[in-house]
């Protein structure tokens, strides 16, 4: 971020000094302005403001307090966990008002914690928690007075108390330690801690939220992750990663933390993402923060296949389905169509690439373009080609050189896959 306000500025002064040596600075500063707001753990509130358009910079650090050295160990310390002096986690928002206003600002602030929550966000309690709005001029204060004045309503009306955040005037802004700067793209596997109330200043955005039909849900198995209302890095990064190839048979469904009305929901609500697993409704279990394929495809197997079950050991354990198994009798003498991984849904052999060669596997000359990937196998003493899904990484088999015609013998595990006719 730091970068592109150094060329924003760059670029600012070199139009100042074009026009007008003296004006260059008046020019660059008129184009900014900055605000210090508190909303919890600064690492979530930098990267949210950061992806809005219009902020510059925003750099994570400490104000608020006096008497406490501005250091993350010091304001942290049990000592100043109630001490009302502590500095609180704050961020520092540098933005440009001509495509970002400041009550703009304000209404995303309030909309991404929980403002009535007094020296807290969720698990996170203490006075370096606390909300606050640290003003640089009495017109920002207006402001900030004004937009808490809208809000509360909407917070009344939906339930919540008080607001407690401070409104204060900025008297000194303290940069936190190097390694809290954009830390949550240092740390790509994790969680954003959302508190948001899911109150908008939109109420209809609210009403909306709140009236997400999760009958369907509550019959068979479903996945659930939690979204966050606003942007988490997390999330995107697991949709990317997981969401955008899955089509497995287990539906697996977006929702924010207030749209899990009708479930039976035992983990806590508040990290994104959170990945539930539902049967009948109710959680099994919960996995909280990211989760890359590989952890994801083993949690789903366990949910989908069972941990004692073959095909979960097949998939996970590298394991081999006895020869002419049941599911190998059902899938031996299809009718045309394709075979899919189990988990994901990726499709990954066809029926016309499958030819007979009497071991009591599965075999085929080829898989689908791109739909597994093979490395070696030293196992059990044996040279062999391991075959894994592409999507799922999932165990599949091994391939061989002696297949018709010189081609290749995909042998495969028939409890990995479903099939679906063309």
Not at 155 to 174: D, E, K, V, W
Not at 295 to 305: H, K, P
């Amino acid at each position: 971020m730091r970068t592109l306000v150094w060329l924003s500025l760059t670029m600012a002064l070199l139009a100042g000094f074009a026009a007008s040596p003296a004006r260059a600075e008046v020019v660059a500063s008129s184009q900014l302005d900055t605000i210090v707001l508190g909303a919890g753990c600064f690492w979530g509130v930098e990267k949210r403001f950061e992806a809005m358009d219009g902020v510059l910079d925003v750099v994570s650090g400490y104000a608020g307090g006096q008497g406490v050295t501005p250091s993350y160990r010091a304001i942290t310390h049990p000592r100043n966990r109630h001490n009302p002096n502590n500095h609180a986690e704050v961020v520092q928002v540098q933005f440009q008002p001509s495509l970002i206003s400041l009550q703009t600002l304000l209404e995303r602030f309030f909309e991404m914690h929980d403002p009535t929550q007094q020296n807290r966000q969720g698990n996170d309690i203490g006075t370096q928690y606390r909300s606050m709005i640290l003003t640089n001029s009495e017109q920002q204060a207006q402001l900030a007075r004004a937009v808490k004045a809208r809000y509360q309503p909407l917070l009344t009306a939906a339930g919540y108390g008080a607001i407690q955040t401070q409104i204060q005037p900025l008297q000194q802004f303290f940069e936190a330690e190097e390694y809290h700067q954009d830390y949550l793209a240092k740390n790509p596997n994790g969680y954003c801690p959302d508190h948001a109330t899911g109150v908008r200043f939109d109420s209809s955005k609210f009403q909306l939220n709140a009236q997400v039909d999760n009958s369907l849900l509550l019959n068979g198995k479903h996945i659930v992750m939690i979204d966050s209302a606003s942007y988490c890095p997390y999330c995107e990064k697991f949709k990317a990663d997981v969401v955008a190839h899955y089509q497995g048979k287990i539906p697996l469904h977006l929702r924010q933390a207030e749209q899990l009305h009708q479930l039976t929901i035992k983990s806590p609500t508040w990290a994104t993402p959170t990945l539930l697993f539902l049967d009948q409704g109710q959680e099994v279990f919960g996995v909280q923060g990211y989760m890359n394929p590989k952890d994801f495809y083993l949690a789903l197997g366990y949910f989908s296949l069972g941990q004692d079950s073959e095909a979960f050991k097949t998939a996970f354990q590298s394991g081999t389905d006895r020869p002419f198994c049941q599911q190998y009798e059902l899938f031996r003498d299809t009718a045309d169509g394709q075979f899919i991984d189990a988990l994901s849904g990726a499709a990954l052999f066809d029926t016309r690439d499958r030819f007979d060669s009497g071991t009591g596997w599965l075999s085929f000359t080829k898989a689908i373009d791109g739909a597994v990937i093979t490395r070696p196998d030293h196992s059990h003493g044996m040279i062999r080609t391991e075959v894994l899904a592409a999507v799922s990484g999932i165990h599949l088999g091994h391939v061989f050189n002696d297949g018709p015609r010189g081609k290749p013998r995909y042998c495969i595990n028939a409890t990995v896959l479903d099939f679906v006719a063309r």
